[in-house]
């Protein structure tokens, strides 16, 4: 159960630091800077795809989309105040929304 935590928690820590990410690919090439919510998108999916059949899924996924949920919440608000969406906010955004897409078809 441990590793799960571990692996749940890992996820909502990339969305911190969505935007260092974002500035290191944007050093590599200006196109992979301004893809990275795609990118969160893509690694929402692959969240569900990663838990080996030895650790348990339910409670790292749980615990990173909640987590992910409280972070992408936060920057929303903190968001509006300013009149502008930060990287953090659209990168937990999609990530919470591939999270779920991945989910549906790790059912089905």
Known sequence: ????????FLYPITIIFSGWIRVLLSF????L??????LYFLMGISFVKIFPDTIPFWPGYIFGLIFSIII??????HDTKFGYYSTVSTC???????S???????LF
Request: glycine share 18%; net charge positive.
């Open 1 to 8: 159960m441990y590793k799960s935590l571990l692996i749940g």
């Open 28 to 31: 590599i090439s200006i196109s």
């Open 33 to 38: 800077g301004s893809g990275i919510p795609t």
């Open 72 to 77: 992408t919440n936060y920057t929303i608000n």
């Open 92 to 98: 937990g955004s999609g990530f919470i929304i591939g």
């Open 100 to 106: 779920i897409i991945g989910l549906v078809f790790r």
